[in-house]
């Protein structure tokens, strides 16, 4: 049990802060209370950053004063700590003491390990993913096993309002969506958020999330994308035609001026060195997801959104129907966005019946298995383009003209750019509405529209008012 802890370090780095508290800081962004071993090693640095948060004098008197409150003050360990020789480097016992703790929390661990595969008899899924889950928090060293309480809560709370106020009138405080008409109505999508984009078929489902996902590469943020549908290749060759403005036709036969093929040199150079990553693997459970991604966040912190193309393609342990496993892999996915603290966005299918409406914008109940997915959504946007609905109208009418042996002249004309809707049928912390932008079919391109129309706000009651080509991507 001696290699678990070391007592003289854990001494030492607590008596260099009572004798230089201005180092407090850079120690208390790499250690935590519980990285300590003695019990009142960690109740003394909990105090230190109570008093660091009251703006008080990390001394002696201070700390005395307020372990003697709390009932957790020790003379002797205080004695004991005092009298070591206070050091200038913490950085090597810094080192040391992280690494004891991790090593303790292994070990604990291995116990829980054994409890829930003998003792509760768990499923092999559930300890292998409270396995995953445990050593992703030791990674991290984040993990926190008890109540938070309602000092820590507003402490950071407060934290988050400073944050807001530096800022300044910028409405953007979450994830940038990568459409700023998108960003005014969500203020972006926020850390731990489910977001479910949907849409019927050829309204630019995919298409959609690929322009969020090349502007957060743009921005040098990371994206994880689960393409269940569409190989790696052929989303690079989507996302290249929105970045160069080469239509996609060309791209794909390699029809190219010389212009254009300098300019896609260009972009691919540009794109190759971004924090994309993609699984085309074709299949996945929620089990996979989550084994995955917390990986790639363990390797790449700077990854700031996943993708899931499409949550329909995504498959559970199948025991007690279609239902059910839509409803565990929603509730996974929302579970795991808190975890990694980043907005997981899942492409999901609509029911065909709105196309019996007169009006086919889509509405909530259009969800497929909408209950699960409904529920455990913070943010639900729905894609919509009306030229799609019109020109197969007018298809529709061409084509019994014909059977009926009569001449017809289409009314609708095919444009380059095309109005579309993003709809927000659900946001847990804001309003419901229409978002307008603009479809540039070309370039499977999805921009701000010039003009925003008046935005409805509608609160929810429960709510807060207020394998083409030879491009190579790294894969998960």
């Known amino acids: 049990m001696e290699n678990m802890y070391n007592l003289n370090i854990e001494r030492a780095v607590l008596s260099a802060i009572i004798f ?23 109740h003394l640095f909990a105090a230190m950053e109570e008093l660091s948060h009251e703006e008080k004098p990390i001394d002696e008197e201070f700390l005395r004063n307020k372990l003697k409150n709390k009932g957790k003050f020790d003379e002797v360990a205080m004695l004991d700590l005092l009298s070591v020789n206070p050091i200038s480097n913490t950085a090597a016992y810094l080192s040391e003491i992280k690494a004891k703790s991790s090593k303790r929390a292994l070990a604990t661990l291995a116990t829980e390990i054994r409890k829930t595969t003998i003792e509760d008899d768990l499923p092999a899924d559930e300890v292998m993913n409270l396995v995953e889950k445990k050593l992703y928090e030791i990674t ?23 944050r807001l106020k530096a800022m300044g009138n910028s409405k953007l405080i979450g994830t940038d ?95 190759s060195k971004k924090k994309l990553f993609v699984d085309d693997g074709g299949h996945a459970t929620i089990h996979q997801v989550r084994s995955k991604l917390r990986k790639l966040k363990s390797r790449h912190p700077e990854i700031s959104i996943a993708i ?21 892999i929603s509730r996974g996915l929302k579970q795991l966005a808190r975890e990694l603290q980043i907005p997981i966005v899942a492409l999901s299918q609509l ?32 894609v919509y383009r009306d030229d799609v609905y019109r020109e197969a109208k007018e298809k529709e009418k061409e084509m019994k003209a014909k059977a009926e042996g009569k001449e017809y002249t289409s009314e609708f004309r095919k444009k380059s750019e095309e109005e579309a809707e993003i709809i927000i049928g659900k946001q847990r912390n804001g309003p419901t509405g229409t978002v307008d932008l603009v479809f540039q ?21 429960s709510d807060i008012p207020m394998n083409e080509g030879n491009i190579e991507l790294p894969q998960i």
Do not use: C
Not at 321 to 326: K, N, Y
Not at 352 to 376: C, F, H, T, V
Not at 441 to 458: G, I, L, N
């Open 20 to 42: 230089d508290p201005e180092i407090y800081e850079e120690i208390a962004s790499k250690l935590k209370p519980h990285d300590f071993y003695l019990p009142f090693h960690q």
């Open 140 to 162: 991290q060293n984040s993990s926190n096993e008890d109540f938070r309480e309602s000092q820590e809560i507003t402490l950071a709370m407060l934290e988050e309002i400073n």
């Open 177 to 271: 969506t990568g459409f700023k008409n998108l960003n005014d109505k969500t203020s972006g999508f926020g850390k731990g958020d489910l977001v479910i984009v949907a849409a019927r078929p050829a309204m630019g489902k995919t298409a959609f999330v690929l322009n969020m996902a090349l502007r957060a590469i743009e921005r040098d943020e990371g994206v994880a994308f689960f393409s269940l549908e569409m190989p790696a290749e052929q989303l690079m060759l989507r996302m290249l035609s929105a970045k160069t403005s080469i239509p996609l036709q060309s791209l794909r036969v390699g029809d190219l001026t010389d212009e254009q093929w300098s300019q896609l040199s260009a972009a691919t150079n540009d794109i």
């Open 308 to 328: 899931i193309d499409y949550l329909q393609l995504m498959s559970g342990d199948g025991k007690e129907g279609r239902q059910q496993e839509v409803s565990e």
């Open 351 to 382: 029911n065909r019946g709105l196309e019996a409406r007169e009006n086919k914008r889509p509405m909530l109940s259009d969800l497929r298995e909408s209950g699960a997915i409904e529920q455990d959504a913070d943010i639900i946007l729905f």
């Open 441 to 461: 079919k070309r370039f499977t391109r999805f921009v701000d529209a010039s003009h925003s129309p008046a935005f409805e706000v509608v609160y929810e009651d």
